[in-house]
């Protein structure tokens, strides 16, 4: 059985929890992190000297961190062809958007957008510099809404690891108190996640807990 270590309301640790549901995979989850703390004990940084979540073990495999390369193992090992492919070419079409989903789109959100937004208060905000956060974020977004426009997921007409990579953000995107240009066909894509039971399970979690410590 897989045993994973971290908060539900890390969106690293969705991304994990999202793939693991999507794989209809049996699991173990233990808070770990924030306000639960025993991330930076001596055993778990024996697992992760970074003492950061998410951890995976698979049974009674060595630990595995760093959420995208946890997914890639999950989806090699559990996954199907359309999820994954055995191709290196086909597998590579789908990491370039995976690793775009991760490196860009999702750290042009978390800290220069969301951070901000939700953690500080109206009258404190750098207004300015959330404003060119959210312009720069939203011409990424309007090349998934390109690709969005011409089938329904990121790479083609069904779910694989790119859109674990790039759809977890959304829920914190749309639910955050900021105002969001049109992109019909992102929109279209998220509200089609959201009826996914292990999207609405993992990664539709509040997240009004990481005010406090």
């Given at each position: 059985?897989?045993?994973?270590?971290?908060?539900?309301?890390?969106?690293?640790?969705?991304?994990?929890?999202?793939?693991?549901?999507?794989?209809?995979?049996?699991?173990?989850?233990?808070?770990?992190?924030?306000?639960?703390?025993?991330?930076?004990?001596?055993?778990?940084?024996?697992?992760?000297?970074?003492?950061?979540?998410?951890?995976?073990?698979?049974?009674?495999?060595?630990?595995?961190?760093?959420?995208?390369a946890i997914v890639r193992y999950l989806a090699s090992r559990y996954g199907d062809d359309a999820f994954w492919p055995q191709d290196a070419l086909a597998r590579a079409t789908i990491d370039i958007w995976a690793e775009w989903a991760k490196s860009s789109v999702?750290?042009?959100?978390?800290?220069?957008?969301?951070?901000?937004?939700?953690?500080?208060?109206?009258?404190?905000?750098?207004?300015?510099?959330?404003?060119?956060?959210?312009?720069?974020?939203?011409?990424?977004?309007?090349?998934?809404?390109?690709?969005?426009?011409?089938?329904?997921?990121?790479?083609?007409?069904?779910?694989?690891?790119?859109?674990?990579?790039?759809?977890?953000?959304?829920?914190?995107?749309?639910?955050?108190?900021?105002?969001?240009?049109?992109?019909?066909?992102?929109?279209?894509?998220?509200?089609?996640?959201?009826?996914?039971?292990?999207?609405?399970?993992?990664?539709?979690?509040?997240?009004?807990?990481?005010?406090?410590?």
């Amino acid at each position: 059985m897989l045993k994973v270590w971290g908060r539900k309301t890390s969106s690293n640790v969705q991304i994990v929890m999202w793939c693991i549901g999507e794989l209809g995979l049996p699991y173990q989850r233990i808070d770990i992190g924030h306000k639960y703390g025993g991330n930076h004990t001596p055993e778990f940084l024996a697992m992760n000297p970074n003492g950061l979540v998410p951890v995976l073990r698979d049974d009674n495999s060595q630990p595995l961190f760093e959420s995208a390369a946890i997914v890639r193992y999950l989806a090699s090992r559990y996954g199907d062809d359309a999820f994954w492919p055995q191709d290196a070419l086909a597998r590579a079409t789908i990491d370039i958007w995976a690793e775009w989903a991760k490196s860009s789109v999702y750290v042009g959100f978390i800290r220069p957008v969301f951070w901000p937004v939700f953690m500080v208060a109206p009258q404190d905000r750098d207004n300015q510099a959330i404003a060119a956060a959210l312009d720069s974020l939203t011409k990424l977004l309007k090349i998934a809404d390109d690709r969005l426009a011409q089938h329904d997921y990121l790479v083609g007409d069904r779910l694989t690891v790119a859109d674990i990579m790039f759809g977890t953000l959304l829920y914190r995107y749309y639910t955050l108190e900021i105002e969001r240009p049109s992109l019909p066909a992102v929109e279209k894509y998220y509200q089609r996640l959201t009826q996914r039971p292990a999207y609405q399970e993992h990664v539709m979690v509040p997240y009004a807990e990481l005010r406090n410590g």
